[in-house]
């Protein structure tokens, strides 16, 4: 499995993960680590290092609001590519909370959804197994205009065409 | 009409480009099917029974003379000459090659078409009223409208993956010929008090296993609340939506599972907190939208033709029978709106050769200031005829056949393809609509009905509308043998009905003359010539005509 990271002025590259998952019952290590949200609302006070959090599509962002400001990851869970709640959810962490760490996506995540991903505010993609990297990274190129106002663009397109 | 910028020119091509890498992909080996499969869909590309089936977008049924040429080009160069008009005013083609369809969106693309998001679970092409623009009961033209909502729904990053395909409907006029109630989201133009332009706003609505006429979620969304407003439907919609059941993903169950008014509430929170974002529309968004459906400039004519009454007054009664069925008022004094029947015998309903698209766009340059529009019931329309030229159109369009004046009438029957080109299907559509126009048409009996809308769809998935045909049919597979059930008393107006299951199905052989039997039995019961078969149903109910025909030896 491959991770890329995506950002407009330094381009797109393969990273090697920094991030440790861990499952609820195991201690802490001294390194960053991503938890569970059950995890996350039982973890009070300091931890070692930087702390990320995975959720799915379908989890209320009111539910990760009060964690946001410790939470330097959080990694969003694909089930299949098809599931849009995860773009929806990506949207409204950043647009509507705020929240400026990093964003991943994990799961079924494939080469051709990377575009989308990119706009509703991801930044981090765990590449599914069996995607080429090489393809991966060409996918951000697809398109060099778009309508919406998202992560690209503030502004939608009709005010864009009249320099807004 | 809208007219491409570099910017949405650069998209299309930028589309054709990437769909063109993805069947490389697909063909070597790195995309199998199942992740190819979404992709291909929202480039309109279907697997069906024989072959490929592509469908191409025609924004709210609108074509230039130009784009129609282009398009029966792409029919004889990749496919078998002809093409088929569907009812979200949209074009397939039946036969295309996997590699060719790259070609394809690049010849598209240089006449500012594209094949987006026809299909998928996305947000579908914008349908609209056909008379958009020239319709004499208009509140206001929808195309501006429609215009925008498409740039906003286009590769959307948010709504490529919602839990089902997703369906809007607007329509600006009094008449509601756009069939909106029954879409996932159906738009009327309306003005309130002050005169100022708002949309009633109808969420839930739809065909399919689970027929339902929207309810209205809102009476007034203020003009420039447009876009946000259906930004916070469809996020609603995409964050709530069922995804465990297909057949109960479409937003329609959602709006009835949590109730109209709570989806109502839901929404209207949502919208509170991105009304004033950058999707809030100004006046000055709006004046460039409208600035491309601007009305052309008319000749200022008499509204009465002396050439045209003349003709009316020949002894020969078929054009004038042809004006009173297929023309309809338009707003502009000395012109009118001419519907073309695609519903003659030779050819599947909707069906059109390229040498007929030639002709039309040949027609629609010399007579209708070069633009055709298509129509939900899979006919076209010419906008804007000088009703001097009728006579002279008349004979051209009965010369390519599509002169028969049944518009409106029972053989102009909404038809899916049906088992002959469709794997959904369980029963033939195309050869029960053509029993049905042989009947009538053999009878001379046309005229009589008045307004009757017959739609026939192949299986429940209803892409042809049986639920809001007047008479409706639906194929269905009973222990392998292809069955239709008869409904009566659906109506896509405004005062939208689903229609109700007459009797026990009937098979291929039966199912015409039971067609036969229910308009036999409507011209005996009505009151008068102005009575419509709708009427008559609803005042009479079932029973009468269930016996007409289950027992029409004691009636």
Known sequence: MSLIRHEPDAGTRPIEDAWVSLSDGETLPSRDVIVTLERLAQLDGDVPGRLGVVVDGATDPEALAPHLQRLSLIAIELPKFTDGRAYSLARLLRDRYGYTGTLRAVGHVLRDQLFYMWRCGFDEFDLAEGVNVEDAVAAFDDFTITYQPAEDHEQPIWRRRRGG | ?555
Request: charged share 25%; aromatic share 10%; hydrophobic share 35%.
């Open chain 2, 1 to 555: 009409m809208y007219q491409y910028d570099a910017f949405d020119q650069r998209i299309v091509e930028e589309r054709a480009q990437q769909f063109r890498d993805q069947v490389i992909r697909r063909i070597d080996g790195r995309l199998g099917e199942n992740d190819f499969k979404p992709l291909r869909l929202q480039n309109g590309l279907y697997m069906q029974l024989h072959a490929y089936m592509m469908r191409i977008a025609v924004p709210y049924g609108l074509l230039s003379s130009r784009q129609l040429r282009a398009l029966a080009e792409i029919t004889r160069k990749y496919d078998r000459g002809y093409g088929h008009f569907t009812t979200r005013q949209n074009m397939q083609l039946n036969w295309p090659k996997l590699e060719d369809i790259p070609n394809i969106l690049d010849d598209l693309a240089a006449v500012q078409m594209h094949a987006i998001q026809t299909s998928g679970n996305c947000i579908r092409n914008i349908t609209s009223d056909p008379y958009a623009g020239v319709a004499a009961d208009e509140i206001a033209d929808p195309r501006p409208y429609c215009e925008l909502l498409r740039q906003w729904s286009t590769f959307h990053p948010e709504f490529a993956f919602l839990p089902r395909k997703f369906k809007f409907a607007i329509t600006g006029a009094t008449e509601d010929r756009a069939a909106i109630r029954v879409h996932d989201i159906g738009i009327r133009l309306v003005k309130n008090d002050a005169g100022e332009i708002g949309f009633e706003y109808y969420v839930g609505g739809g065909q399919g296993r689970t027929p339902l006429v929207a309810p209205c979620i809102n009476e007034f969304v203020p003009e420039l609340d447009l876009v946000s407003y259906s930004e916070a439907v469809l996020r609603t919609y995409n964050r709530l939506g069922r995804r465990d059941n297909k057949f109960k993903a479409r937003i329609k169950i959602l709006v009835k599972q949590v109730g109209a008014d709570e989806f109502a509430r839901l929404v209207e929170e949502e919208h509170a907190q991105i009304k004033d974002g950058p999707l809030k529309l100004t006046p000055e968004d709006v004046a460039q939208f409208r600035r491309f459906f601007r009305p052309p400039i008319y000749e200022v004519l008499p509204d009465e033709d002396p050439k045209l009454q003349a003709a009316l007054l020949s002894k020969d009664r078929t054009f004038a029978g042809w004006v009173r069925n297929n023309t309809a008022k338009h707003r502009s004094p000395g012109y009118a709106i001419v519907n073309l029947s695609l519903k003659n015998r030779d050819l599947p309903p909707g069906d059109v050769t390229a040498d007929q698209m030639d002709a039309v766009a040949d027609l629609a340059d010399r007579y209708s200031l070069g633009g055709v529009t298509v129509t939900h019931r899979q006919n076209l329309v010419f906008t804007d005829v000088r009703k001097s030229d009728l006579p002279e159109l008349y004979e051209s369009l009965r010369d390519l056949g599509f002169a028969t004046p049944n518009f409106g009438k029972l053989t102009d029957i909404i038809c899916c393809p049906g088992l002959d080109y469709c794997n959904l299907a369980n029963a033939r559509s195309i050869s029960v609509a053509q029993d049905v126009q042989a009947r009538f048409d053999a009878l001379g009996k046309l005229y009589d009905v008045g307004d009757l809308q017959l739609n026939i769809s192949g299986c429940i998935n209803a892409c042809g509308h049986h639920h809001v045909g007047h008479i409706g049919i639906l194929g269905i597979d009973k222990q392998g043998v292809e069955h239709y059930q008869l409904m009566l008393g659906g109506s896509r107006a405004l005062d939208s009905s689903l229609g109700k299951i007459l009797g026990k199905a009937l098979t291929h052989d039966e199912i015409g003359s039971a067609v036969e039997r229910v308009v036999m039995a409507y011209v005996g019961f009505r009151e008068s010539d102005e009575e419509t078969f709708l009427d008559c149903y609803r005042r009479l109910g079932p029973a009468p005509f269930k016996e007409a025909v289950y027992e029409p030896n004691q009636a």
